[in-house]
């Protein structure tokens, strides 16, 4: 019997620069020009069945222009095209095409997009670079900071996936502009999640600027997009693999991932969030970790964002628990809950708690009071 | 316009344990118990369906004894069965069994077992830890260093799939006698190849005890299980990405694998790869890098290890060039080869060139001559 140890130990960067602007196509592919993602002048441009229309076709017109090998590859849009069967065409749609490990995965769209098109990158050849060009208020708040890829399978939502960097971010702010009204409000969900969990004054701004946000004022649009970013970027900056702190970012996801499932993604991720967040503050009150005033306030943000703070009548509640279940934070068999302190206020807990077990009969409670 | 940069420069130290010896599930599961992953104690133990009747139920009744929480997840023997179709029927049985983040996956099998079982490792949950329990040769020789892990699609093999690294490896050697004489030997491909590209002392060593091999002699085994860990470590070591040096496992490989799908797997993976190894002395000796005498020496000794030397009549050579453009190494649209220089001389190499691009008509000449 022998036994040796294979040392791989090493410095890993996988840093990389985040862009806000207005029409940063130009800009991309004059980083691209001067070697963001090195030799490779082979790119796959991976986007859903809306986008193309207002940026895939452009990008890639603009590319074959400038000389580069790329084509486009276009998905059904919605989180219903979030699978591994997506993944699987897209693959085989490029292994067709010739592609091999010397090419370029760029991601252009929302969440969605960048959440596909990132988990194949990171499976394809076993790594390819990618870029994520951000056209949408939630991709810029959920989707460019923290390396999460993942697609979703029948019993649970983004449960198949890896970590992955990308090479760069482009936040494109005109891009908002083309979203349905729907899209956007959604896309604000997670701004509000932001706020709650780490900066009350910023909570403040969305709550006396949300007219001129809903009107896409360009200010306040940059603003709520670096702040989205800044934000995540400090949680996940501690806590690059999600062993502690980085697990605040689930704020309201518990709920609202369940329920954007059993809803079979009716709502959109943003508006099963918002139900989400009004779950976990109406526990955070419960259980004391807030004030009723501050729930109310939480909730009343939620609303005037034009998001949904009840449970849509057509939601079957047993089913709902039944899927909390299905959450990354179950161990041992037992429902966990981030809850926010206050408002703002993460800073506050122990190191390393940041979720708690919640009993089934009260996360039931609460769900029924919605 | 705004732009900031997010850091993420960390030290990764991906160090296991390779352990050689004979029926080590024991010495596993005493490791589990000390704390080899933690606290993790839910299993799901992933294997193939003749490896379950040898080593999987065992393990499993074993395990339970001791109390922990484990399931056993079986998919149909064979390279075949090495596909995302797989990957997705055993994510879904481990979700519908309720597997979350929380638990470790152990592989138990051969090269296929251990690649498709560490893949889906990588991505489940964004990546669970998993062990290796290689009960084969080929697995020993090939997939126990290196943390590669894919599947085969239609179009590409192993073109899908990840770098991962397991937290420990088991080398059972006892298993090799429970083996097919067939797979035994498919499995000594890898380890020619080894000794072709870095140890004329090994292939001496292998071409003067082949018997004793063949017919499972321990000290043999053992020495052959060593050193082929050792010589992978050492490439592997000097270069964990693929960046250069570790492109010299591929000797052999490029048309291997494309013969191995053409073939439709009815050659095994070592059988495939004796016959690339055939491919690339030819080509060798062609481009003089080494002697016709050296050539010979090769085949000689892929010959009395018992493994084809000749393609076989039913292969269509027209459909094998073409396949050879799906290889990883394909930069351009240039085929490439590694090419072994004399017999254990891969640091002759200058710095970063160890594959040649060839010329299709070359590589023609060359299939059709085998």
Known sequence: MSEFRVELKKIVDDSYNIEIGYDLIDKMLSDIGNGLVGKIHRFAVITDSIVKNLYGDRIIDIMKNKGYDCELFVFEEGEKSKTRKTKEEIEDAMLEKGYRRDCCIIAVGG???????????????????????????????????GGKTAVDTPLATNLIGLFNQPKKVYIDIAAWETLPKRQVISGLAETVKHACLAD??????????????????????????????????????????????????????????????????????GEAVSIGMVAQVKLSAKLQYMTV??????????????LPTEIPSYIDRDALVKKLYTDKKVRDGKLRFVLQKGIGNIVEYEPGVFSQPIKEELARDIIMSI
């Not at 005033?293 to 034009?306: A, F, H, N, Q």
């Open 293 to 306: 005033e501050e729930c109310e306030r939480v909730i009343s943000l939620l609303r005037k964002t034009g």
């Open 200 to 269: 009350r004054d910023f909570f403040d701004y969305l709550d006396n600027n949300m007219d001129a946000i809903l009107t896409m004022d360009k200010n306040a649009c940059e603003h709520i997009a670096k702040e989205n970013c800044r934000i995540k970027y400090e949680v996940v900056m501690k806590d690059e693999l999600e062993s502690g702190l980085r697990e605040v970012l689930n704020l309201g996801h518990t709920v609202g991932r369940a329920i954007e499932t059993v809803s079979d993604y009716k709502l959109l991720h």
């Open 111 to 145: 969440g969605v997009v960048t959440d596909l098109a990132g988990f194949i990158a990171g499976t394809y050849g076993r790594g390819v670079p990618f870029i994520n060009y951000a056209t949408t208020l939630l991709a810029a708040a959920d989707a460019s900071v």
